[in-house]
Nanobody, 124 residues
Framework: QVQLVESGGGLVQAGGSLRLSCAAS????????MGWFRQAPGKAREFVAA????????YYADSVKGRFTISRDNAKNTVYLGMNSLKPEDTAVYYC?????????????????WGQGTQVTVSS
């Protein structure tokens, strides 16, 4: 079993920054890719970013490319999402997820464990 706990969400003005963290339990964290997804009210969950098992490879949705940065610290069993130049359309609940595989995927069914989510609200 793997448990994922997100933190770092909050209310920020447009143009501001936040850094989300996702702490994972279990000894297999470093063996799998990790991802961040988000879900805005009334919308489907969408892919945000993914990072490979060792951190060498990252992948971003076009909507966040250049503004968000995903990283991981395998010694701390933690994955991060740095978010800069935030826009009101970034408002959503953000979820971290553990992949079934070592390498990146933007497809939700490739992820087998999910956190409870953390709310990010960007005011205009």
């Amino acid at each position: 079993q793997v448990q994922l706990v997100e933190s770092g969400g909050g209310l920020v003005q447009a143009g501001g920054s936040l850094r989300l963290s996702c702490a994972a339990s279990g000894r297999t964290f470093s063996s799998y890719a990790m991802g961040w997804f988000r879900q805005a009210p009334g919308k489907a969950r969408e892919f945000v970013a993914a990072i490979s098992w060792g951190g060498a490879s990252t992948y971003y949705a076009d909507s966040v490319k250049g503004r968000f940065t995903i990283s991981r610290d395998n010694a701390k069993n933690t994955v991060y999402l740095g978010m800069n130049s935030l826009k009101p359309e970034d408002t959503a609940v953000y979820y971290c997820a553990k992949s079934r595989h070592k390498y990146n995927s933007q497809v939700a069914y490739e992820y087998d464990y999910w956190g409870q989510g953390t709310q990010v609200t960007v005011s205009s």
